[in-house]
């Protein structure tokens, strides 16, 4: 065979793995422990499997004592809600089609491949498998067979579930060549990613047992092993042990994985299929020039002398014809010109022999050898089979250091089909990566998004999490794989730490569901997000040292930072606070506020966040304006060097009292003391919090007499006495400051004034608008309403938060408690933290950025996939319709919350989410559903035998219309 010209970045890179295996084996690591421990993980079959085997056999096939097997534990279980698939189907559905779904999700995991990355792509799903079990159950002579049945006995569907869950747009195929069809599915997936046919592969072997005849028929002709020990190439070996596997792995293109930094487990070299054909000893026998054939032909194909194969994961079943074969065909291909024996091995040994999913099983495990650079050792090996004893191999029984060679490392993997059909795979070693593992983050804080499908699964999540990301030296990898390589569920929380202790202690606590300073607390996401609002803080929201942390870590917000900066010095004519230095006086606050608001702007503007309404308390206008496009940066830095510096000049005359009064009450507090006319509400911040402003000894006495009273009262730092009386004086020269001002209308974001309490155009916020803005009242609760609908979420754009309690009790009062307020930073918060911290509050609403913090290019971290499974009861158990229809005339009531139960099921929503007044389709129940709605239905009683299926079909039916009918067909009603 010549081996076609092939660029080596276009060889497939295994960069995923998942399992399902005996022993409770289900991740790539647990399985490489596994191999180095050396246990044996087959065993009797246990009573609870032989009982749903049994009553299947002649009485001459009855075994005298239990077969030994591997088996996969519980291989009903099944979270069939997160895949939006209901009891009832899931209930028909092949064993092996919930497992390889389940498998496959932990594979992408395991690769850093989001699911919804692939949707829509030339991604293709071969599996190999070559059981037929449930078929045969599920079709047996009596059993009611559905569309919901057909499907879930279909071979086919075993590949075609997993392009339908997740939307694969590539080739789909089942491949059954018996023993070697996991490793055929590989060959073939290897040939399609290298043509360019797709850009990802998912290759899938599966094999469930859940008939013993089978099983008998192989003891009956003497290859299962007489001791319950599978030992390949064994003095004493004299047969095998049937076995249980779902093994996955996830492959792209060498190049591709390197560009997208992927782990790589190793790299495909190459690979040969071909057939024994008229073998002399039967169809169920080798051919050894058949194998010799493939071997030769593998490594052409690959490229490689064989001389440089440094170990062969075999067939190795450990049945006396398959060894003997198989090692004289070795021995004669890659055994020539050595000058020591090769090693080979057979993971069968551990494992029993997986049959459809063998090959892939073999795969894996040396792909995890090539990558920790260890030889896999086969346990049960004492002494080699005298035909092979005089061959240059040997069998590696204990974990060996890998041969070193000066060169990249290489393996084959032997797969053998009973009729004929056989693969030869080459694996070689992944390209030499940089150093990793060391901490590069610096100590810097990230943001890790934490999701899943409820609550219960989300706590369950971070408990599994917790000890991994406790363990991994790196927290930006972290981060990386948890923002860029995972979906995010409706069921968000996030963890926002600098240190990987910080973030394991954050995830413990949700799944202890109590807080942690490090945690932004579950919410469930919006599925449709609302409007985005922004709210700029007044004066008040400085403190020294703000802006330093965020003007460091965010490169955004330090270019936006600078540009205004120089803006502002443009017209100031000196240079204005930075970053670092104190906030000595009212002026430098104002300075400071702004240039903050406008950095903390632009840094969310690259996050991804443009908001379609805006408002500011009083100075926070003029960022506002900015922000919508109103203002320009030269004419925004006008209005906030003229108005400053005016405000200034009566720092000697007063100053501001925050209070926890009603506007009314605030009123009346002042003309209590006498002092109308001469102290004003300046601001009314929230229903009970309202800013008083005026002259500095009316002010204290105010403030002296409500703490009195026991009410809060509060001077701002580096006040001035702004929207009273004290500012009149100052309009005029405002007014010639601003002259030319030349404002224009926005797109897509509206102002919202605390002047005018409500939207104002942009182009009306010219040297007028700003005049009557210095001295009238700031009504911002009244521009919060008017900015703000139910569904809406605020973002409070400050160094410090003043207007977040405000805005909560302004919009519950308004009948918008749903509306979420995402507060800045608190006292003693570091900035670029609590904007990080507003960042997660976002997407777990249901707003992910655009652009997530760290790096995509980061190597993927084996972060947990966490399963809510039960097994599957018959769907009318779940429902408990049978139950209530087992009365002669049934209670309608309780018929109808059968029915909800049922549908809510079927849909994959909480009962209490099912409107029964809301027609079905309107309930999420598709066409496809309606079939099992129906099943499910029909058998719940003899009497709904004849369920008519147009009752489901009928865009106005309702659950009380079925309700109606499911009663009327029970009592004997004609409908």
């Known amino acids: 065979m010549k081996r076609p010209s092939r660029d080596p970045a276009a060889r497939p890179a295994i960069i995923g793995i998942g399992c399902r295996l005996p022993g409770g084996l289900h991740t790539p690591t647990g399985l490489w422990e596994a191999l180095h421990k050396g246990e044996t993980l087959t065993g009797p079959i246990p009573q609870d499997r032989w009982a749903r085997m049994s ?45 390889i779904l389940e498998v496959v999700v932990e594979a992408l995991a395991d690769a850093g491949i989001a699911p919804s990355s692939l949707d829509g792509t030339r991604t293709g799903v071969w599996v190999g498998a070559a059981n037929v079990d449930h078929a045969t159950l599920g079709l047996a002579p009596g059993e009611q067979v559905t569309m919901v049945t057909a499907s879930g006995v279909s071979h086919a569907i075993l590949a075609n579930r997993v392009s339908y869950q997740f939307n694969l747009r590539g080739p789909s195929i089942t491949v059954d060549t018996a023993c070697s069809a996991s490793a055929t599915a590989l060959h073939l997936a290897r040939q399609s990613l290298e043509i360019g046919e797709v850009d990802t592969a998912i290759v899938v072997g599966s094999q469930i047992t859940l008939l013993p005849s089978v099983t008998a028929a192989f003891d009956g002709a003497g290859v299962l092993a007489s001791d319950g020990l599978c030992r390949p190439f064994d003095a004493d070996g004299d047969g095998y042990v049937r076995a249980e596997a779902v093994v996955v792995t996830v492959l792209r293109r060498l190049g591709d994985a390197q560009e997208n930094s992927d782990r790589i487990y190793s ?34 194909d690959a490229g490689i002398d064989p001389a440089e194969v440094d170990y062969v994961q075999c067939h190795g079943t450990g049945t006396k014809a398959g060894d003997s074969s198989e090692g004289r065909s070795l021995a004669r291909v890659l055994g020539r010109d050595r000058d020591e024996a090769l090693p080979i091995g057979s993971v069968k040994a551990l494992l029993g ?11 894996v495990c040396t792909a995890l050898g090539l990558y920790h650079s260890v030889l896999p050792p086969t346990i049960h090996h004492t002494r080699m089979r005298p035909t092979l004893s005089r061959l240059p ?20 993997v032997s797969a053998f089909g009973f009729g004929g059909a056989n693969v030869h795979i080459v694996l070689e070693q992944a390209p030499d990566v940089a150093p990793g593992g060391e901490d590069r983050s610096g100590g810097e804080t990230h ?24 363990a991994e030296p790196n927290l930006a990898s972290v981060a990386a794989t948890a923002q860029h390589r995972r979906d995010h569920a409706e069921v968000r929380a996030a963890v926002v730490a600098a240190t990987p202790a910080e973030a394991a202690a954050a995830l413990r606590a949700l799944a202890e569901r109590r807080p942690h300073p490090a945690l932004v607390p579950a919410r469930t996401a919006a599925r449709r997000p609302g409007p985005l609002a922004f709210m700029f803080s007044g004066h008040g929201s400085q403190y020294d040292g703000m802006a330093e942390y965020a003007y460091r870590r965010f490169a955004p917000f330090r270019e936006a930072f600078d540009a205004a900066r120089a803006e502002l010095a443009a017209v100031l004519g000196r240079a204005p606070w930075r970053p670092g230095e104190p906030v000595a006086d009212f002026e430098t606050a104002q300075h400071a506020i702004w240039l903050t608001q406008l950095a903390q702007t632009a840094q969310w503007r690259h996050w991804g966040y443009r908001p379609t309404a805006v408002l500011g308390h009083s100075l926070g206008e003029v960022a506002a304006a900015h922000a919508a496009g109103a203002l320009s940066l030269p004419d925004a830095a006008r209005v906030v060097a003229a108005r400053s510096a005016l405000l200034a000049e009566t720092a000697p005359l007063g100053g501001l009292l925050v209070t926890d009064l009603t506007p009314g009450a605030a009123e009346r507090a002042i003309a209590g003391q006498g002092l109308a006319g001469t102290l004003v509400v300046a601001a009314v911040n929230g229903p009970e ?22 009410r809060y009262a509060r001077r701002v730092a580096h006040d001035v006495p702004a929207h009273s009386p004290a500012v009149e004086a100052l309009l005029p020269r405002l007014r010639a400051a601003l002259e030319g001002l030349a404002p224009v209308d926005t797109e897509g974001t509206v102002f919202h004034s605390t002047v005018a309490g409500g939207p104002v155009a942009g182009s009306r916020l010219d040297a007028d608008y700003w005049v009557r803005q210095l001295r009238a009242q700031v009504r911002f609760t009244d521009a919060l309403t008017s900015a703000v609908p139910a569904d809406a979420a605020v973002v409070e754009i400050a160094a410090r938060s003043t207007l977040s309690r405000g805005a909560v009790q302004t919009l519950a009062g308004a009948d918008r408690p749903e509306a979420v307020v995402i507060g800045a930073a608190t006292s003693g918060q570091p900035d670029h933290e609590a904007m990080l911290h507003q960042l997660a509050q976002l997407h777990t609403t249901g707003r992910p950025p655009e652009r997530w913090l760290t790096a995509a290019a980061t190597a993927p971290v084996a972060l947990p996939v966490v399963w809510q499974r039960g097994t599957e009861d018959a769907p009318e158990q779940t429902a408990d319709l049978p139950a209530v229809l087992a009365d002669d005339r049934p209670d309608p009531d309780a018929v109808r919350l059968a029915l909800v139960r049922l549908v809510a099921d079927t849909v994959g929503s909480p009962a209490e989410a099912v409107d029964s007044s809301e027609p079905l389709h309107l309930l999420g129940v598709t066409s496809v559903a309606v079939i099992g709605l129906r099943d499910a239905i029909r058998s719940a009683h003899p009497s709904l035998a004849a369920f008519p299926v147009h009752v489901l079909m009928d865009t106005a039916t309702d659950l009380a219309t079925v309700t109606d009918t499911v009663t009327g067909l029970r009592v004997g009603r004609a409908h």
């Open 55 to 99: 009553g299947m056999l002649h009485a001459d096939q009855q075994p005298d004592r239990p077969w030994t097997a591997a088996l996969i534990e519980d291989i009903d279980a099944f979270d069939h809600q997160v895949f939006g698939i209901n009891a009832h189907e899931a209930a028909e559905m092949d064993p092996q089609q919930r497992m």
């Open 353 to 363: 022999h997986g049959e459809g999913a063998a090959g892939l099983v073999g795969v």
């Open 393 to 412: 191999l040997r069998v590696v029984t204990e974990p060996e250091p890998w041969p070193r060679s000066g060169r990249p490392r290489v393996a084959g």
């Open 447 to 470: 943001v890790v998004p934490v999701s899943a499908a409820s609550h219960e699964r989300l706590a369950a999540t971070a408990a599994a999490r917790a000890p991994v990301v406790d």
């Open 689 to 710: 919090t309202v800013v008083v402003s005026g002259p500095e000894e009316p002010l204290e006495a105010l403030r002296a007499s409500l703490e009195e009273q026991g």
């Open 267 to 300: 790299v495909v070299r190459g690979s040969a299929a071909n057939c024994d054909g008229r073998s002399p000893a039967g169809l169920y026998a080798p051919n050894p020039p058949a194998h010799e054939d493939l071997l030769r032909d593998a490594y052409a």
